[in-house]
């Protein structure tokens, strides 16, 4: 089994549609969580980070982490054409500088205009 | 402007012909390190530093060297490249032990015949 369980997709959704990204884990040590953004023929760029558990919320994106299910997720609302791309969630222990880092897959996400 | 540079961007070898792709940050970031990228398998760890002179295995190791000698640069090194080392990869950087964000170059496109 893997660290990180993510659906690789694809996902095709409507323009406006809510979009919803998710990922399991199975390592309680995991203090970390993070979504990245990686357009095609380019590296992934941070999008979210959370700390724990709770939600955080940035504009029309919210990342909910609950460490109690070992399950994360993002949302998109108002889903543009320009969010067309693959999200990686990534979580990682406390205090490593993000070498100890561990990806999921990622999904692929086509917003159809 | 913020970034981490990757050279070259694509590269075609054959098998045993040894080859080298640069990174450098210019961020003054203490760890850098280096993924690799493959289809339904996401990023997979190589090699990770943590500062000058000090390099670690990552979960896919076999077949690469890296070294650190400058802070700012952190080459791969394929000394015998094998069809199996075909993939995408990425060099990443962050600012430390208290800082999980990665910064990723945009990537170097490897095939090897």
Redesign the interface.
């Known amino acids: 089994q893997k660290e990180?369980e993510?659906d690789?997709g694809p996902l095709s959704v409507p323009e406006g549609a809510i979009v919803s990204l998710n990922c399991t884990y199975s390592n309680s040590a995991f203090q970390?969580f993070?979504w990245?953004r990686q357009y095609s023929?380019?590296?992934?760029?941070?999008l979210m980070?959370t700390y724990s558990s709770g939600n955080k919320e940035d504009g029309r994106f919210t990342a909910q982490v609950d460490k109690s299910s070992k399950y994360i997720s993002l949302f998109i609302r108002d889903s543009q054409p320009s969010d067309s791309a693959t999200y990686?969630c990534?979580m990682?222990p406390e205090?490593?500088?993000?070498?100890k880092?561990i990806?999921?897959?990622?999904t692929r996400l086509f917003v159809k205009a | 402007e913020a970034q981490v540079t990757q050279n070259p961007r694509y590269l075609i070898t054959v098998t045993g012909k040894k080859l080298t792709v640069t990174c450098s940050q210019n961020m003054n970031h203490e760890y850098m390190s280096w993924y690799r990228q493959d289809p339904g398998l996401g990023l997979r760890q190589i090699y990770y530093s943590m500062n000058v002179e000090v390099t670690d295995k990552g979960d896919v190791p076999e077949g690469y060297k890296v070294s650190r000698k400058e802070k700012r640069n952190f080459p791969l090194i394929l000394e015998s490249p094998s069809p199996n080392q075909t993939s995408l990869y990425f060099c990443a950087s962050s600012g430390g032990q208290s800082n999980e964000k990665l910064f990723f170059g945009s990537g170097t496109q490897l095939s090897v015949l």
Do not use: C, D, I, N
Request: glycine residues 24%.
């Open positions: 990180v993510q690789p970390y993070m990245y023929r380019k590296g992934p760029e941070l980070y990686l990534a990682s205090g490593t500088g993000g070498f880092t990806f999921g897959a990622g």
